[in-house]
Structures are given as C-alpha cells and as structure tokens.
C-alpha cells in the first residue's frame, strides 16, 4: 500500500461502536423518560425472540496502563468490590422492575477496568444475582476480559460454572520496553498459563488482545509478539490501533513522548505486516481490528452475515437491546442511547435514591436509524445497499459523489444500488463509513475529539 494513500485519508475519525458518535448526542432533548419508553418499546419487540445482552463495567484496577481508554478507578484496596456489586445489583433490579416481562439474556460482558481484579466469590454472587431475574436464552454467550497477572484458575473455573465460555486476554505487545512504557508489565508465561488454564476448564474461544502503533513499538516487536500468540493459538484475537489521544485522557498517556509513538506510514507497516502474519498462521479478517480461526463463531457469523457491533465492539449475534450496567456504561435500545454516572460516587447516590444512573443520552431520529444501518452494514459485512427504498435518504447523491475518489483510489466499488469495500480497502473503513456520517459533516469538531483512523 504506497504511503500517499495513509498520508491522504489518514485523518481524526470515529470508531463507529454507535452512529450517531457520542460527541454528536443531542443531550439538550433526551430524558430519562424517553430513554425508559424507547427501552420498553424495543424490549417488547425483541425479547421473546433474540434476548437481551448485558454489558456490566467493573471499573477497579490495581495500576494505570498508560495506552488504556477506558473509564476506571485504580486502587489496591478491595473492600470496594463488595459495595459495588450490590449497587449494580441494585441497578439490575431497578430496570427488571421497568421492564414489562422477564429478561431472556441472551450475552453478557464483563469489561472493565479488571473485571479480575474482584475475587471469584463476588463474581459468582454479581452473576447469580443477575440470573436470578432473568432467563437464560439459547445459544447465549457469555464473556469476560482478564487480565493475564490476576486471573486465576479459580476466576476461570467459577465463571465457567456460570455458563461463561468466552475469555479475552489483553496482550498488547510482549517487548520489555514497550511494556514498561505502558505500565503493563506481563510476562509471556502469565499469558501461556491463564490460556492454558481456560482450555483445561473447557472454554470454547479464547481471544487475545494485540495492539500496534505503541510507544517504541517496532516492526520486529509486532511480528515476535504474534508469533508467541501463534504458538497459544486463540481462537479469536483482535489487532487494535493505539489511539494516541492524550488531550483526553490526560496524564495517562503522557508517560512517553507524542514522538515516541509510531505514526502514519510507519504504523501502518505494522498492522499490514501483522496483518500479512496472521493470514498465514491460518487466521481470517473479520470486519475492523478483528481475526478469527475458521471454527470460531466470530468468523462464522461474518460469514453468514448475523455479525454485530455495538459498544461491546464485534458480537457474533444481534440483540436489540443492550443494557449497561455500572459506572460509564452505556445502554442501547436500538432507538436511544443512555450513558451512565462516571463519577462512582454520583452513581452510588443516584442508585441510593432509587433513580436509574443514568446523566445523558441521544433519542436516534429516522435519519440517524438509516445512517446507523449503512454504518454497522459497511463495518459488519464490508458492504451496505440501498436498494431498499427505506435505505434511501435525500443526501445519498452527495455521499456516492464524496466517495468516487476512493472508488478512484481501489478502495471501493459502487454499483448501480451497492457499495462494497475492497480488500485495499478496508484499513479505510473508518473513513468510508464517516462519508455517511451526516451529523459530523454537518458539523465539524473544533477540537480534537477523535483518534487517527490509519
């Protein structure tokens, strides 16, 4: 791939885990109140048919990880797990209360912060409480993401008895150096026992988590890193893009140099050798970041194009709904989003008087609905079509025109009604999907609020 085309296109983009982004919620004219009415309008239609999924945010970590996004609260101190299992209990038993039917449940995430950083004993009495109100659906899948130096066999096997299956391990990069300037300090045995260990016990997809264009990341770093990967064989494993946004996060990230970190056509080297490696060590692509070996129900579901994305990332089947439990968690009904507290203090307190924690969201009007389609269509399956006369909006001719120069530049092809990425394409995804954006075209950001898209 020659460098103009990652100079060219490499600009701030969104990830499209929702359309319309976050930054684009109109807060001003969402309530609690349509967020409640538009859940159990969309629960009604989908719950006796597809289930729910759950994505529960356990936020507490030991130590900051200076590459992390996510909202957490870093502590030594684990007298916190208790307090807050019971507040998300409390928070589940609010929206069963809402809810007009038993929840069928059909997925349920655990993300974090460190979901293993509670003991097994309170993941057991968090999930028990959970299943409690609800039904277990068929075909349901259950996952967790652990942390390679504290998930034990004992984390594993409880969850396994609960009916999880999935496990993701975050990874990154197994270099000494770039660890240390992460603040993640994991040997390759934590990862090769915790693995081991998920196998013994009977889990059916293991997943890795890599991540190129890190702070004195090199080619031969990414290449050594996959080849230790290759030598556990995950079932599934992504390949993130760093997103290096430090007047977001803060001091989090400043623990290198902007210029420590790889960019443009330097980093794109290691995803494209990366990518080449994986490909050869049996793995396919699948949608943005993601790859999976042949068995896996991730590759199958793209294959048979049930593949989804929403806040969880890539899910391997579709629910409407999807409710988020804890702090920063957000919810989605399919018509509306619903963030909740950041702060753990005004989430315990909005809990204590009785009220859903949730401080913003977005009512999705007919336009952001069809927009959303042609976004999750394009990062789902590559392709979108608006042969569908529902699929149609009155700005269609200005997008098609904006994206005849990538169609110029193979990225794309556009047929009579059709739009299919190529395979020189799809490093591009983001931007393509963003010539649908219509709310970031029509308004600019003047600041910067997204990472790079290469």
């Keep these: 791939m020659g460098c103009s085309l990652i100079q060219k296109y ?60 996510c909202h957490k609260r870093v502590t030594k101190r684990h007298e916190v797990e208790q307090p ?14 809402l809810l007009k039917d038993r929840p069928q449940i059909k997925e349920i995430h655990l993300g974090g912060g460190t979901p293993t950083f509670f003991s097994p004993e309170h993941l057991t009495q968090l999930i028990q409480g959970i299943l409690a109100k609800a039904d277990v659906a068929d075909g349901h899948e259950f996952s967790f993401e652990g942390h390679p130096n504290s998930t034990s066999r004992e984390h594993l096997q409880a969850l396994y008895d609960l009916g999880f299956r999935r496990v993701s391990y975050g990874v990154q990069d197994y270099n000494l150096n770039v660890q240390k300037a992460i603040h993640r300090i994991q040997p390759f045995e934590h990862v ?129 709904v999807m409710i988020g439990l804890g702090i920063s968690s957000i919810s989605d009904s399919w018509y509306s989003f619903a963030q909740n507290e950041k702060n753990l203090e005004e989430y315990y307190a909005r809990l204590e008087a009785n009220e859903l924690p949730v401080f913003r969201g977005h009512a999705l009007t007919q336009e952001d609905l069809v927009m959303r389609r042609h976004i999750l269509n394009l990062m789902c399956t590559f392709t979108t079509s608006w042969e569908n006369p529902a699929m149609t909006f009155p700005e269609l001719p200005e997008v098609l025109a904006q994206l005849v120069e990538m ?43 997204f990472s790079m898209t290469i």
């Design 192 to 320: 090769a026992q915790a693995t081991q260990w998920a196998r013994e016990i009977g889990y059916s997809s293991i997943s890795h988590d890599l991540v190129f264009g890190l702070p004195f990341q090199r080619l031969e770093d990414v290449l050594y890193t996959i080849e230790q990967t290759n030598n556990l064989n995950p079932d599934r494993l992504a390949f993130y893009s760093y997103a290096h946004v430090p007047w977001i996060k803060g001091n989090g990230q400043r623990g290198f140099k902007d210029q420590d970190v790889p960019q443009d056509d330097v980093k794109r080297t290691l995803y494209e050798e990366g990518k080449k490696k994986l490909l050869a060590h049996g793995y396919h692509e699948i949608g943005m970041d993601h790859f999976a070996l042949s068995h896996d129900n991730m590759y199958q579901s793209f294959h048979e194009g049930t593949l989804h994305r929403n806040f969880m990332g890539y899910t391997s089947s579709k629910t409407q």
């Design 407 to 449: 169609q110029q530049d193979r990225l794309l092809e556009i047929n009579d009604k059709q739009i299919h990425i190529l395979e020189q394409g799809k490093p591009f995804i983001r931007n393509i999907c963003m010539a649908f954006d219509l709310r970031l075209k029509r308004k600019l950001p003047n600041t910067r609020i």
């Design 10 to 69: 490499n600009v701030p983009g969104p990830r499209y885990t929702s359309y319309p982004t976050v930054p684009y919620w109109e807060e001003s004219s969402f309530s609690v109140d349509i967020w409640q009415k538009t859940l159990n309008k969309s629960f009604d239609e989908s719950n006796r048919s597809e289930g729910i999924s759950l994505y529960i945010h356990l936020p507490f970590c030991e130590s900051l990880c200076t590459f992390c996004g």
């Design 84 to 97: 807050y299992i019971q507040a998300v209990l409390k928070e589940w038993d609010l929206y069963c209360q």
